[in-house]
Structure formats: C-alpha cells, structure tokens
C-alpha cells in the first residue's frame, strides 16, 4: 500500500516537474510546482519524517509559493502566456534540443553508474541519530550547527539588502 | 545534549576564532543602520574603515600569537594562521575596493550606504569560506560572498551592460550553487557527514570514493569551485561580467572572490585522490592557455585583465595540482597559493582601481586606444599601471614574480616538470599583452580621435590605495621574508 502511494506520489511529483517546465503560463507553473511540493511533502510523510513534511507544507507551500503567486499577480505576468519564447539568439531550437539531449545522456549514464555499482552503506558515523524530532533539530541547531545558522541570518539580511538596492527607484533616476 | 557539551562548543577558542568575523558582521549591520541617520559621508566613510581595520587588526593579532584558537565547533570551522592570513588578503582587497569605489559613482550617488554594507558583507563570505571546514559553513559562505556581488554588478543599473553582467553573474551562480548543493547531498548520502575531516584519514576517503555517487558528488563540487575560480571549463562568463561590472566591483571579484574560493580549495584538496593530479595540471594548462591567447587579441583592458584572470587561476591550480600529486614539502602549496594570491591582490586590485580612475567621467577609457599617450599627462597613474602590468606578467623585483616561482617549484617539487615547463613558456606568452600597455601608455602619441583620459584631481581615498598597491608589490617583491615567515 505505502509503496503504490510511494509511486504514486513520486509520479505525481515528477508531472509537476514537467509541468512547471512545459506549461506555457507563469501561472500554470507555480500551480504544477505547488503539486509537485504536496507530492514530496506525502513522500516525506512515508518515509517517516512528519516534521519536514509539515515544513514542507508551511514554507514552500505556504510561504513561497504565496509569494510567488503574489507576484505574478502584481506584476500582471499571467497573462503573457505565450509570449515566452525561446527565440534569442543563443537559444535557438536546435541548440536548446542539443544541450537537452546532452543534459539527458549524461543523467541517463549516471544512473546506469549508480545503479550497476553497488552502493556502499553510510561508510561511517553510524547510523544518523534521530533527526526527526523538535527537541533534537532544535538542540542541533543551535549547538553544532550554529554558526551556519547564525551566517544564514546575516546572509538573509544581505540577500535584502541586495534586492532593495537594484529594485528600488532612485530618485536621482526617476528625475532624469 | 547537555550544557557540558554546550560549553565545550561554545569554548573560548570558538569565539576567538570567530572574532573577525564577528567584527565584519557587526561592522556591517552598524554600516547599515547608519543610514537612518544623517550622518555626513566622512562619517560613514570612517565606520567602514574602523570595521576592515578591526577585522584586519583580529587576523593579524592572530597571525603574530602565541597559540591559534585551530579546529573549533565541533570541527566545522577552522581559525590558524593561514585562515589568518587569509583573512588579511580579504580586507585589503575589499578595502582596496572600496576606496577606489569612494569617487567611482559620482553621478548615480544613491546607494551609497547599500553598496558598503554589500562590501562588508562579502568580506564576512569570504573569511566564512576561508575557515570552513564543513559543506554547509562553506556553502553559506559562499552565498554571503556572491549575492552581494550579484547586485554589485549590477549596480549601475541604468547601464546595460551593468545589468547584463548582474544577470549573467547571478544566472550561472545560481547553477553553480545548485551544482555545490546537490554534490554535497551526494556525499552527504555517502559518508553521512558534511564535514572535511572525513576525507584526511586516507582509508575512509578511499572508501567513500569508492562510490560512484561520491564521485559525482565530488566532481559537481568541484565543478561549482572552477566556476568561481573561472577555470576551464567554466571561464566564459567572466570576460563580460568583468566588462561590465563597475569596475571597483570588477576588482573585488578577480581579488576576492577568487583568493576565497582557492583557500576552501587548498583546504578541500584533502578529498582528491593523488591520481587526480595530471587531469588537474592539463586543465591547469588549458586554462592559462585559453586566458593568455584570448587576453593577447583584447582591446579592451578591463577585458584583458579578465582573462589574465583566468590565466592566473590556472597558475595556481597548476600549484595545487602539484600539490595533488605530493609535493614533498609540506604545506608548500598552500604557502604558494597564499603568496601568489596576496601579490595577486595587491597587484590586479590596484590595476582595476587605476582603471576606475581612469573610466570615471569617460565611457571607454579603458581601451588601449585610451591609454595611448598616458605617460605624458598622467605619469603617476601610469608608473602604478605599470608597476601592476609587470608584476601580473611575473618580472622580477616584483610580488607577482616571486609569487609565480613559488607556485611552479610545487609543481617542479612534485615531478611534474613538463607542466611546470609548459606553464612558463604559457607565462611568457603573457609578456606579449602586459607590455602593449605599457607601451600605448608611455611610447604612443594619443591618436587624433582618442578620447582625453580624465584630468579631473584624483581623490585623496584613491591615491592612498594605489599608493598602498605599488608598495605592497614591490615589498613582497623585494622583501619578502616577513610574508613568508608568517604563512
């Protein structure tokens, strides 16, 4: 049972994919990526880790992928649908259809390698300890991993930072 | 968990290991709420300066101790005297960045403020990448050093070309941290750690190898470090986003950027087996020879030096190649790559600032046609110009040369003579595009149709860093035993 609900989601999971992909409107995109974290979020769920599905669902689900409908919203984009074209100069038909074949090849041959090899088992460290609980994420957090986690503030804050100084109007622009 | 293991985590040695940083950090976010209030620039100017000279003033306290606080949070980052000395590389190029910023924007002003905390920050990136000792610190490093440089690049935004090279930057950036994330969750599945230390001992690293899902693993990681280091096959993107870049920003990218990513990569040498060496020297040799043949048909010289740029990466990886295939002396290559890239910095970060003076009121003064006749009407900027051109062409007296026989005696030292042969003679052909500068600036007339370069007085902030670049290449040139009694 759980397996058939496994496939069932990663096919889900991997339409998604496609969909973002495929789908000629930036709306149909966020739609068919938000398929594509519930999918993943079921699969967390399977595999025993309540807390990420639960993340899964708040943050990318509900955070990111509101924002990303804001947006598009705002920006009016959802109705340009077939505006995006891959028509530059660079990006030709041909040469897109070469790069994705070659792109495809070599994943092909990676997963043949990695399927042919047999996989050794976690070479050491043991087995994981048990990460899939408040307490000991929390504990993990804020002990061993402190210092990335304090940088990813600083990092966040930069990151606003950056955005505001190339989108915000000057008005020594605006007034020229 | 309990508070015992709390304590010895959170131990002296961790916080005296990340004083620097911590320094650059606050220094940052005081910069930054500096702007709510109306500071005069003299001001803001001076907080920028007391945050690099206190992290520099950290890094070097370090340097000349006593003890160094070593491996600390539970191995995750390290602090001894080349993180130290790395450090020092850091804020001297961030700095010599921002001062030659200081005048560079004068008729888009605005930002100001943002543009400076942009700089600390990527100085914060940097010292993070440099001290890593884990995936994760070394990834979230890595980012505070890029995002910044995204929108630096394109900080002029009404310039097309400036947003073009914003964009090209972040769009391959993005792939390439992609690329790190995914090969670190590969050995991640592996190895079960994202710590470096599990590579050292040579029978777990043999075993985790073993797996061709490692290897993939290792290779996307490395992949996204070339990328930074703008090594073959990686280097297209650098010559436009160099271009346009504002320069002062151009100059923070060639110095900074890559001195960090090579330090990670001395550290991360430890994953690569010692068969890996000759691919990494012929890669090594592609790369200076795809930067030297492409720099000799440049007009432009910020474009020149871009892939000078490249050239010079493929130096010291040809270094670190040698390193690769065991170097006898120990810790040479880290040593070398640490010289080489202090004299780097000094050197192509003093030439891009001369050339931000020179751009500043004209559009395309950076051509050779431009700097015709240089000489002539402004002989102090052309005398550091060429002081950089000769210490980036390896001519001895100066910091560059020195730096360049330290790296290919590693590799000589590892038997890997004809590499070591083929990288100088490619060094030699290097000559031909160092010396057209020196020769439009001092031995051409300025053509009828050659734009005046600017005439305007240099600012005071300028002069001082150039100053402090000739003399920081001609000491490590000269005298280069303090830098290499503290390496």
């Known amino acids: ?176 | 968990m309990n508070a015992s293991v709390l304590k010895t985590l959170f131990s002296d040695a961790a916080y005296a290991a990340l004083a620097p940083l911590f320094a650059l950090g606050i220094g940052a976010l005081a910069v930054l709420v500096a702007g709510l209030f109306p500071l005069g620039k003299v001001a803001r100017a001076v907080l920028v300066l007391l945050t690099l000279l206190a992290a520099a003033a950290l890094n070097v306290g370090m340097l000349l101790g006593d003890s160094v606080p070593g491996l600390v949070l539970d191995g995750t980052f390290v602090a001894d005297r080349t993180t130290a000395m790395w450090g020092v590389i850091f804020t001297i190029g961030v700095g010599l960045a921002w001062l030659f910023s200081r005048h560079y924007y004068d008729e888009d002003a605005s930002h100001q403020n943002e543009h400076d905390v942009l700089m600390l920050a990527s100085a914060l990136g940097m010292s993070l990448m440099a001290g890593a000792r884990d995936l994760i610190v070394f990834f979230i490093g890595l980012e505070l050093l890029s995002i910044p440089l995204y929108a630096l690049a394109a900080f002029r935004r009404n310039r097309a070309k400036s947003v073009e090279a914003g964009l090209k930057y972040f769009l391959l950036g993005a792939f390439a941290a992609g690329f790190f994330l995914y090969g670190s969750a590969l050995i991640y599945a592996v190895s079960g750690t994202l710590k470096l230390d599990v590579f050292a001992d040579p029978a777990s690293r043999a075993k985790i190898l073993e797996s061709p899902m490692a290897l993939v693993g290792v290779a996307m990681l490395t992949g996204s470090l070339f990328f930074k280091i703008s090594v073959f096959p990686f280097h297209l993107w650098v010559p436009d986003v160099y271009e346009g870049s504002p320069t002062p920003v151009t100059g923070l990218m060639a110095t900074g950027t890559k001195a960090a990513a090579f330090a990670f990569l001395l550290n991360a040498l430890l994953a690569l087996p010692s068969s890996t060496s000759t691919s990494l020297a012929i890669i090594a040799l592609i790369t200076m020879a795809l930067g030297n043949l492409g720099a000799l048909v440049q007009q432009d010289v910020k474009r020149m030096l871009a892939y000078s740029g490249i050239a010079h990466a493929g130096v010291v990886l040809l270094g670190i190649a040698g390193a690769v295939a065991g170097d006898p002396k120990q810790g040479g290559a880290v040593q070398a790559a640490l010289f080489y890239m202090a004299a780097y910095v000094a050197t192509a970060g003093g030439a891009f600032g001369v050339l931000a003076l020179l751009e500043r009121d004209g559009e395309r003064m950076t051509t050779l046609e431009g700097l015709k006749g240089l000489g002539q009407r402004r002989p102090y900027l052309a005398a550091a110009l060429t002081v950089f051109m000769l210490s980036l062409a390896g001519i001895p007296a100066t910091g560059g040369f020195l730096g360049k026989w330290m790296v290919f005696s590693v590799a000589v030292r590892a038997e890997m003579i004809p590499a070591a042969v083929v990288g100088v003679l490619l060094s030699v052909v290097a000559l031909g595009y160092y010396l057209r500068v020196i020769i439009a600036m001092w031995m051409q007339e300025p053509g009828e149709d050659s734009p005046l370069a600017s005439t305007r007085a240099i600012a005071l902030p300028a002069t001082l860093a150039s100053a402090a670049c000739v003399a920081l290449v001609l000491v490590m040139g000269l005298a280069p035993r303090w830098f290499l009694d503290h390496m």
């Open chain 1, 1 to 176: 049972m759980s397996e058939l609900l496994f496939y069932a989601m990663a096919v889900i999971a991997l339409l998604g994919g496609l969909g973002v992909i495929f789908s000629k409107s930036p709306m149909g995109s966020v739609l068919s990526l938000l398929g594509s974290f519930f999918a993943l979020a079921v699969i967390y769920l399977l595999a025993g880790f309540h807390f990420m599905a639960a993340v899964q669902i708040l943050v990318y689900a509900g955070a990111i992928m509101v924002l990303f409908l804001f947006v598009i919203m705002l920006l009016n984009l959802g109705g340009m649908g077939t505006r995006f074209e891959l028509s530059a100069a660079p990006l030709t038909r041909a040469r897109s259809q070469i790069a994705a074949a070659v792109a495809a090849g070599v994943g092909l041959a990676g997963l043949i390698a990695v399927q042919r090899a047999s996989l050794p088992r976690i070479a050491q460290g043991g087995a994981p300890e048990r990460i899939d609980d408040i307490n000991q994420i929390a504990i993990a957090l804020f002990g061993r991993y402190s210092l990335p986690f304090q940088a990813v503030s600083v990092l966040l804050l930069t990151t606003m930072v950056a955005v505001l100084v190339l989108a915000k109007r000057r008005t020594r622009e605006s007034g020229q």
